[in-house]
């Protein structure tokens, strides 16, 4: 596989928030936006992120209170949605390919249904449907940590009890969409990838049995999947 230079910027959005991304692949080429798991950051797709920008643009960022991005005092789902958004507006993006991995799947559909013209094809890799779920209380890992732990605390909340208006608004969706399940070794059930098929006018669920992390098991297999529906 070809190894592609990739170029790390930041910028800010939504009223001063730094925002670091990275960017590899051809300035002419449609351009697609990683957004990465939860304590994960633009670097978790570097498995894939070469072969998938051999003809595009790819951006991958670092959602708020992740990596080189701002630790900020607030957050929510919601404002990194925000935050997704006013990256597009700042690189003058009108309309982009979305791809989220669980967390960012989350943040992807959110950003889908809020600004449905502003996204062409989305891919959601292992990400839950917004629907209740039994909370578990995070533990926090010991030693430095690459993301912000007040943000763990306070999105697993909305990840465990989502505003049932986002159920709702995946209906507003008009991006042919990708939902790809882990298969049995997820650790999510198979009825939240069902869930997020039939609401979603246009879409269509596959399952790639790698678990949770399918991109970072299965590279070439993602790819491959990511790269064809892409560019249908």
Sequence with gaps: MTTR?????????NGG????YEVTGPADGPPVLLLPALGETAADWAPVRDELARER???ALDLRGHGRSEWTREYSLELMREDVLGLLDALGLDRVDLVGHSMGGVVAYLAAAAQPHRVGRLVLEDAPAPLPREAVAPVRPEGELAFDWAMVLAVRPQLDRPDPAWLAGLSRITAPTLVVYGGPASHLPPASF????LRIPDARLITLPYGHLIHAAAPEEFTAAVSTFLAE
């Design 5 to 13: 230079k990739t170029e790390h910027h930041t910028l800010t959005v």
């Design 17 to 20: 928030v730094r925002l670091a």
């Design 57 to 59: 643009r790819v951006f």
């Design 194 to 197: 069902d869930e997020v098929t």
